[in-house]
Every structure is written in C-alpha cells, then in structure tokens.
Antibody, heavy 118, light 106 residues
Framework: EVQLVESGGGLVQPGGSLRLSCAASGFTFSSYWMSWVRQAPGKGLEWVANIKQDGSEKYYVDSVKGRFTISRDNAKNSLYLQMNSLRAEDTAVYYC???????????WGQGTMVTVSS | SYELTQPLSVSVALGQTARITCGGNNIGSKNVHWYQQKPGQAPVLVIYRDSNRPSGIPERFSGSNSGNTATLTISRAQAGDEADYYCQVWDSSTEVFGTGTKVTVL
C-alpha cells in the first residue's frame, strides 16, 4: 500500500526548533519529488517546500526561507523538514505529499500538528 | 508572486450543479489541479491538469480552464460532496494553492 506517515510534531516555544519526518512506503521513494504543505487552524493550504529526487534542487515559500530546511534520505525512504526560529504563525498541520501518478499531489500523509506557543 | 482567488463559499441544492471558480492571471496557460478536503482529513486530488479525473473519482467531477478562470464543476451534488475545495498551480518553481471554497449541499 502506498503510504506517507508524518511524525515529529508537537508544542514548541517561539524561537525554538523542530524536525519533522515523513516515512514513505509502497513506492520507489527515490524517483519522486517530495513536498511539505501546511494548514494553519481554520485556514487554507499553503505549500512550504519541495525537493528533487536526488536532493539537488530545493525550493521554499518566501515566509520560511532561511529558517526551514527540507532534506531527504533515499536509503531510509524518508523526507524531513528542519524548522528553526519558529514563530506563532508557523502553527499548522504539516503534510508531506508527492506526485506519483499525476503531476499533482496525488498522495498525502495524515499530517502532524506543530504548535508554536509560549 | 502568483495568486489564485476562489469564492469563500458556494451553496448547491442536493442533486444540482455546483461550480467553483479559481481566478488567476492567464491561468489558462497553466495546469490547474483541484483538491477536496473534508474536516479533519488530508486533501484528496479530484481533478488534475485542468480536466482529468484520478482513478476512483466520480464522473460527476469535471474541470475546465481558460483565460483567467479555471472552474471545477460538481454535477448531481451529493451530501458527501460537502467539503472545502482548493485549486493549485505550479508557478516559477513554487506550488500555489487557491484561497479555498467551502461547498455546502442544501
């Protein structure tokens, strides 16, 4: 079964750090771009970052540039998001997603909640 | 940065047709994807590349894209179609989501 499972969310103070993980299974992880998408409580979807199959290209939404780093370990079938200098506005459910069959996000994880609060 | 504008809400009577618009500058030149999201769940792709349905998505869902507006059409609306819907495009190496539309089935 094709599956993405996120982990690592939690409560963190403003200015703190957190590392999210996304474990992939059921498909050849190393063959696909991977993305992080977030959704603040009661708000819409916001794409955060993506990474090429071999990690050679990475792109970020302006609001997280310089604070977040996307990475992957193809040997472990895992995607990561290192989040530093966290702000209250980073509070959201974070989803990992990919484009397996189509060129749209046709596979999503269940999400992991990140709360930035003192 | 590229922006996609959707109506905040759309209401449709049971069995009737709902149309959800997604406005963007020359969006007709881009591939538009649509997602359905129900409360507490991850989004689900319902239309990709303007008008294509992924496997398992009912034929009641269709899409079009021209000029400055893309449209998701839900025919013969059912209670289970009640959800938030988002359009999405790729622009300048970034993915952009629309503002989202809440569809209510009356």
């Amino acid at each position: 079964e094709v599956q993405l499972v996120e982990s690592g969310g939690g409560l963190v103070q403003p200015g703190g750090s957190l590392r999210l993980s996304c474990a992939a299974s059921g498909f050849t992880f190393s063959s696909y771009w991977m993305s992080w998408v977030r959704q603040a409580p009661g708000k819409g979807l916001e794409w955060v970052a993506n990474i090429k199959q071999d990690g050679s290209e990475k792109y970020y939404v302006d609001s997280v540039k310089g604070r977040f780093t996307i990475s992957r370990d193809n040997a472990k079938n895992s995607l990561y998001l290192q989040m530093n200098s966290l702000r209250a506005e980073d509070t959201a459910v974070y989803y990992c997603a990919s484009e397996l069959v189509t060129d749209a996000f046709d596979i999503w994880g269940q999400g992991t909640m990140v709360t930035v609060s003192s | 940065s590229y922006e996609l504008t959707q109506p905040l809400s759309v209401s449709v009577a049971l069995g009737q047709t709902a149309r959800i618009t997604c406005g963007g500058n020359n969006i007709g030149s881009k591939n538009v994807h649509w997602y359905q999201q129900k409360p507490g769940q991850a989004p689900v792709l319902v239309i990709y590349r303007d008008s294509n349905r992924p496997s398992g998505i009912p034929e009641r869902f269709s899409g079009s894209n021209s000029g400055n507006t893309a449209t998701l059409t839900i025919s013969r609306a059912q209670a289970g179609d009640e959800a938030d819907y988002y359009c999405q495009v790729w622009d300048s190496s970034t993915e952009v989501f629309g503002t989202g539309t809440k569809v209510t089935v009356l």
